[in-house]
Nanobody, 121 residues
Framework: QVQLVESGGGLGQPGGSLRLSCAASGVIFCINSMGWYRQAPGKQRELVARITSGGTTTYADSVKGRFTISRDNARNTVYLQMNSLKPEDTAIYYC???????????????WGQGTQVTVSS
């Protein structure tokens, strides 16, 4: 089992920045990818960003150039730096962990509890 604990999020202003963190613990050798999904009210969950253990990253088109995913392997922690925030970034953000192939099909094995991000002036 892998446990994911998220922190960060909250209220951000349009054009501002927020940072999310996700710390993994447990049987972490079984995962090689971590990432962030989000789900806005009335919308389907979508992959925001993903990073492999080797550092390869993938981003949704809607966040490219604004969000940056990174990881600290020594701390088993992944970060999502969100810059140039837009109201449409408002959603619950979920940390996820699993294998690369699980992320490809959108079904990572492990999920955090979710953290609310609201972008509003």
């Amino acid at each position: 089992q892998v446990q994911l604990v998220e922190s960060g999020g909250g209220l951000g202003q349009p054009g501002g920045s927020l940072r999310l963190s996700c710390a993994a613990s447990g049987v972490i050798f079984c995962i090689n990818s971590m990432g962030w999904y989000r789900q806005a009210p009335g919308k389907q969950r979508e992959l925001v960003a993903r990073i492999t253990s080797g550092g390869t990253t993938t981003y949704a088109d809607s966040v490219k150039g604004r969000f940056t995913i990174s990881r600290d392997n020594a701390r088993n922690t992944v970060y999502l730096q969100m810059n140039s925030l837009k109201p449409e970034d408002t959603a619950i953000y979920y940390c996820a962990a699993g294998t690369f192939s699980q992320f490809v099909v959108g079904t990572p094995d492990y999920w955090g509890q979710g953290t609310q991000v609201t972008v509003s002036s």
